[in-house]
């Protein structure tokens, strides 16, 4: 059974530039969240995915954007790039809500 | 404010001893307790606790949640050097699906 797939895996991009990440749940797992990770922050909650409609947003300015497909894959946009953005994003997929959720290798974006 | 605190922040230890990594939480609508290791990008799944004093164990792995006292430990008998990683401790709430992380623990094992 195939884990969740993020891509890219890297990306580098300069300031005011935007950008799309892609993830791709476990088979059959209808929840996806996406996380910021940064050395300083740890592991920060951006949004959260259900059946196409986003149920939890994060802390988080209007940069940072996401949407779920009929499929269930996800995508995150984030607009106006600052260097702060500069992060590992990691994608969770769960079956169903408030169940264990597996991560995806992540995308490790620098910004330049 | 909702927080996840874990302790210590690194710990370096010789194989063959025990560890034991400490997570404690003040949060809203508590609905479970998750640790996770963390070796170099994603974060893989250990356990999930729900219930008080009920202790859950995977191998040389084992872990126990405290819902009167708000903490949760991790325990890892034996350590090998395959344990060297970042322990993290998150919680999830009733009503949202996200889960609240802690920092973590960097555990380094040598041999």
């Known amino acids: 059974k195939a884990g969740v797939t993020q891509t890219p895996r890297y990306l580098i991009k300069t300031r005011g530039q935007q950008v799309t990440l892609s993830c791709s749940p476990i088979s059959g797992h209808r929840s996806v969240s996406w996380y910021q990770q940064t050395p300083g922050q740890g592991l920060q909650f951006l949004f959260e995915y259900f059946s196409e409609t986003q149920r939890n947003k994060g802390n988080f300015p209007g940069r940072f954007s996401g949407r779920q497909f009929s499929n269930s894959r996800s995508e995150m946009n984030v607009s106006t790039l600052e260097l702060g953005d500069s992060a590992l994003y990691l994608c969770?997929?769960?079956?169903?809500?408030?169940?264990?959720?597996?991560f995806g290798q992540g995308t490790r974006l620098t910004v330049v | 404010e909702d927080k996840v605190v874990q302790s210590p922040l690194s710990l370096v230890v010789h194989e063959g001893d025990t560890v034991t990594l400490n997570c404690s939480y003040e949060v809203t609508n508590f609905r479970s307790l998750l640790w996770y290791k963390q070796e170099k990008k994603a974060p893989t799944f250990l356990f999930m606790l729900t219930s008080s004093g009920i202790e859950k164990k995977s191998g040389r792995l084992s872990s126990i949640l405290d819902k009167k006292e708000l903490f949760s430990i991790l325990n890892i008998t034996a350590t090998q050097t395959g344990d060297s990683a970042v322990y993290l401790c998150a919680v999830a709430r009733t009503g949202a699906n996200n889960l609240f992380f802690g920092t973590g623990t960097r555990l380094t094992v040598i041999p």
């Open positions: 969770a997929s769960s079956l169903v809500p408030h169940t264990e959720a597996f």
